[in-house]
C-alpha cells in the first residue's frame, strides 16, 4: 500500500493542473504539452498509474460513460469486419474488453498491455502478454487485424505506433481504433469540457484512484490532429482511412486498411 501511496503522490505531482475552461476550448491539437510527462518518463507514469487502477478499471468506465463505452467497442468490432479465425491483437487490451468482444464474434485475440496490473486483472481465456506496443515481439505481416482501445494518447509517440502496427498487419488487414473527442458544436463541446475536466475526475477519484483520473482530461492534449493522424496512417501503407466521430463526437473511431 506504501508503494502505490506513494505512486499516487507522484502522479498527483506530475498531472495536478485545472483542467478544462479555455485550456479546453482551444481543442485537443492545441493544448499545451509541455507540463506533462514525455518520453520514458510518461511510459514508466502511465504503466504504474494503470496498474493503481486496474482492479476499479472496468466499473470507472461504465460510470463515467453512462455505459455508451459498450457501445463504442461493439461498433468497433463491427467496423474491423474481418472473416471467422482470423488473429487479431488487441494492443493496450487493459483487463479485456475488446478480447472478449473479438472471442465472441469467433476471432482469435491476443491482448498485449505494458500494465502488468491491467493483464492481472483480466478475465479473459486468449493469450495474454505483457509488450510494448512500439517493439511487439510479432512477425511482420502475421496477424489479420489490430484493436486498440482508448490508449493512443498513452504511447510515447503515435508515429511509432502507426509503423509498427503496419508492421505486423498483413495486406488487405484492418485496423479499429477507438479514442476520445470532443463535439464540434460549441454548446456541445462547452458542456463535454465541464463534465471530462471537472466531474470525471470527482467520479474517477470516489471509485478509484484520484491523481489518475485528473490526468486523464489533461491526456487529450497529447493527441495530434485529426488531420494529422490520419495522413500519419495513410503514410504508414495504410488505405481506406476513416474517422468516424460517435456519441454526438465525445468518442472517435479510426478505421483502416492494409494497402
Known amino acids: ?14 498531472f495536478d493542473r485545472p483542467v478544462g475552461g479555455d485550456s479546453y476550448d482551444r481543442g485537443m491539437a492545441g493544448r499545451d504539452v509541455d507540463d506533462l510527462p514525455t518520453g520514458d518518463t510518461k511510459v514508466k507514469a502511465v504503466q504504474s498509474m494503470f496498474d ?4 476499479r478499471y472496468d466499473l470507472v468506465n ?18 474491423l469486419d474481418l472473416p471467422h479465425g ?6 493496450a487490451c487493459g483487463t479485456g474488453d475488446l478480447c472478449r468482444g473479438l472471442a465472441g464474434l469467433g476471432l482469435r485475440p491476443v491482448g498485449m498491455d505494458m500494465s502488468y ?9 486468449n493469450p495474454l502478454a505483457q509488450a510494448d506496443a512500439l517493439q511487439l515481439p510479432v512477425a511482420d505481416g502475421v496477424v489479420d487485424g489490430v484493436t486498440c482501445g ?13 509503423a509498427e502496427v503496419a508492421r505486423v498487419v498483413r495486406p488487405a488487414g484492418r485496423i479499429s481504433l477507438l479514442e476520445v473527442a470532443e463535439p464540434a458544436n460549441p454548446v456541445l463541446r ?8 471537472k466531474v470525471v475526475p470527482v467520479i474517477g477519484g470516489l471509485l478509484s484512484d484520484p491523481a489518475a483520473y485528473r490526468y486523464l482530461p489533461r491526456s487529450v492534449a497529447y493527441l495530434p490532429s485529426p488531420d494529422e493522424m490520419l495522413a500519419n496512417l495513410a ?13 454526438t463526437g465525445i468518442a472517435q473511431l479510426i478505421t483502416a486498411t492494409r494497402s
Not at 496490473?117 to 481465456?125: I, K, P, Q
Not at 462547452?190 to 475536466?197: A, E, K, M, S
Open 62 to 79: 461504465r460510470v463515467m460513460t453512462f455505459r455508451m463505452d459498450v457501445g463504442w467497442r461493439r461498433r468497433a468490432l463491427r467496423e
Open 235 to 247: 503514410g504508414h501503407g495504410f488505405e481506406n482511412v476513416q474517422r468516424t466521430l460517435l456519441s
Open 117 to 125: 496490473g491491467m493483464l492481472a486483472a483480466a478475465t479473459v481465456t
Open 190 to 197: 462547452w458542456g463535454h469540457g465541464i463534465y471530462f475536466g
Open 86 to 91: 482470423s488473429v487479431v491483437l488487441d494492443l
Open 1 to 14: 500500500m506504501t508503494r502505490r501511496r506513494g505512486i499516487g503522490r507522484k502522479l498527483a505531482a506530475s
Open 150 to 162: 482508448f490508449a493512443l494518447r498513452n504511447f510515447r509517440e503515435l508515429d511509432p505506433f502507426f
Open 52 to 55: 493503481t487502477i486496474a482492479p
